[in-house]
């Protein structure tokens, strides 16, 4: 008898190999790898498993990224003589106020935002990276072993995770390579899935980790790679913009990194908790692409990949109790993202760095939460409290807002409540939606289906559907007539279509598109799609993202 995550107790139907550790860390992200090294640097006898969904390490990690290096600087102090391979030092900063044509520079950075002393990198690169470098030390990292459920004892506490099955047809037959999934038992385990991940997500139901938490709260972040011809790029550069093509009411905003080689890292961060359903996270990021200050550096070059994120931006107040008998929460999986200085790199690998301070002296997850809490993690996040949460009341009272939060270096006396993102959305004909002010596109990709094959996504078509929508019909009817069907706008994957055949209206799912994203289960207004794992080894791989 096993007792699952989904909280039922069910008969073994196959047989199933075990394999034992001391802590299995699920996720090979920042938090995760530098748990594991920093386990072992402290305590070598330890057992340490990594498992990634991803087929390779890194092929699922998409961020801007600036990271702060001082993290970095105490899990490996000689780093810099053997830098990752996408590592560009910060040159200088601009932020930009953007108007549909032209817009102004901010002649003052705000504290936050001030990246001298950092470096560019790509997130995956780094994490590929860091992955040897974690195994050299004997960490066993296993890609491709996506982890399908939580495993549990029979008091309800965690014991380790089951890796999904390999070789289950659409219909739930057994193809001719059938593999069941291993178990893998832990003493802990150690949830470093990145934001909205699928395990936690049912955890913190199961033990109501968040019941004295505000909800949690995400953006969706679309990033591109591009390589543009020679003399356009200055190594270092670094620039943010706000505005258009947002409207008012939409927390949103750009980011353009120069890297090295000819390529520019940019992207588009849409808050989730925007309320009108007509919104397309993806078309604004194209719009802004398009932008007088944007597009001369982008036209003639080359789109090299591309893809999608959910970023978590809740803090403080959405923080969720992270420690539950025999697992813990780590990074972006616990929510540790700083949203004014736009990083969580360098919170991800302090908060691997604690938990594994922590399993080191004592191999049990009790006193994590307190640990975390006392930490710098968590004060730094106290500070910027109220600067996310501000800007639900529009742009401009956003800003002076976290213009005040920073001179009283977040000393106010109010914490601003967060509300759920799926909540926001108002329904059609409810008010009067912005109608936006959008160019003439030029750059590729023509569309989000062009984008997928730059994200090299890739599932296996006869296996099952892994977004799970609990009632199809309540897409036809209600949804249709409520909002609109949103789905078929915020996904960046083109994965959700309605489909009239002369029988009516009907949700098509293309999951073969997904790239993993996770808006749809955070911004479904009746909260019925749930995202779980397709197959090992299936998704993006992103190149240098």
């Known amino acids: 008898m096993s007792d699952t995550g989904t909280g039922a107790t069910t008969v073994e139907a196959v047989e199933r190999d075990v394999m034992e550790y001391d802590v299995v860390t699920v996720g090979a992200g920042p938090a995760g790898l530098a748990c594991a090294i920093r386990l072992k640097q402290l305590n070598p006898d330890i057992s340490v498993c990594v498992i990634e969904k991803a087929s390779t390490v890194g092929a699922h990690i998409l961020s801007g990224a600036i990271i702060e290096p001082e993290p ?5 102090p000689d780093w810099r003589d053997n830098p990752p391979p996408i590592c560009v030092p910060v040159k200088d900063d601009e932020l930009w106020y953007l108007r549909k044509t032209g817009g102004y520079k901010f002649p003052v950075m705000p504290p936050g935002m001030h ?21 050299a030390l004997g960490v ?86 591009w390589q543009v011809p020679e003399g356009r790029v200055t190594p270092g550069h670094v620039m943010h913009s706000l505005g258009w093509p947002a409207e008012g009411t939409i927390y949103g905003g750009g980011f353009l990194y120069h890297l090295d080689g000819g390529r520019i890292a940019l992207g588009y961060v849409s808050g989730l908790d925007y309320s009108d359903p007509e919104y397309k996270p993806w078309e604004a990021f194209q719009q802004w692409k398009n932008h007088s200050l944007i597009q001369p550096l982008l036209e003639g070059g080359s789109l090299l990949s591309a893809g999608a994120r959910a970023i978590v931006t809740g803090g403080w107040q959405s923080l969720p109790k992270v420690e539950m008998p025999g697992a813990l ?28 301070e922590h399993l080191a002296a004592n191999l049990d997850s009790a006193g994590f939460d307190a640990k975390l809490r006392g930490s710098p993690v968590m004060e730094e996040l106290r500070k910027v409290r109220n600067v996310k949460p501000g800007f639900k009341r529009g742009l401009w009272f956003g800003l002076c807002n976290a213009g005040l939060e920073t001179a009283l270096g977040g000393h106010t006396p109010w914490t601003l409540k967060v509300t759920p993102d799926w909540s926001s959305l108002n329904k059609i004909g409810e008010r009067k939606e912005p109608r936006y002010d959008y160019l003439e596109r030029t750059l590729s990709p023509r569309d989000r289906l062009q984008a997928v094959y730059f994200a090299a996504t890739e599932h296996d078509e006869d296996q099952p559907v892994h977004l799970r929508v609990a009632d199809t019909s309540i897409c036809a009817t209600q949804c249709a007539a409520e909002y609109d069907n949103p ?29 993993h994203c996770k808006t749809c289960d955070i911004k479904d207004p009746y909260q019925i799609i749930d995202w779980v794992a397709p197959e090992g080894g299936s998704g993006p791989n992103y190149q240098n993202m």
């Not at 970095?72 to 490996?76: A, E, G, I, Q, V």
């Not at 950092?118 to 470098?133: D, E, K």
């Not at 965690?158 to 099955?165: A, E, K, S, T």
Request: hydrophobic share 40%.
């Open 72 to 76: 970095l600087d105490r899990l490996l």
């Open 487 to 515: 789905c078929t706008r915020f996904c960046p994957a083109g994965v959700y279509e309605m489909i009239d055949d002369g029988a009516g209206k009907r949700l098509q799912i293309n999951a073969a598109n997904c790239v």
């Open 140 to 225: 066993e990292i296993y890609p491709g072993f996506a982890a399908a459920e939580t495993l549990h004892d029979e008091n309800g506490n965690v014991i380790g995770v089951r890796i999904g099955d390999m070789g289950i047809a659409k219909d739930g037959s057994h193809k001719p390579g059938y593999t069941p999934g291993i178990d893998i038992h832990a003493k802990v385990t150690v949830l470093a899935e990145g934001a909205r991940g699928h395990l936690t997500k049912r955890l913190i139901k199961r033990f109501a980790l968040d019941k004295d938490s505000d909800p949690q709260a995400y953006s969706i972040g679309i990033k591109e790679l």
């Open 329 to 356: 929460l780590i990074g972006d999986t616990a929510g540790l993202l700083n949203v004014p200085k736009i990083k969580g790199t360098h919170q991800a690998l302090r908060s691997g760095m604690l938990a594994a």
């Open 115 to 135: 990246n001298k002393g950092n470096f560019i990198v790509s997130l995956g690169a780094l994490c590929a990276w860091l992955a040897p470098q974690a195994e």
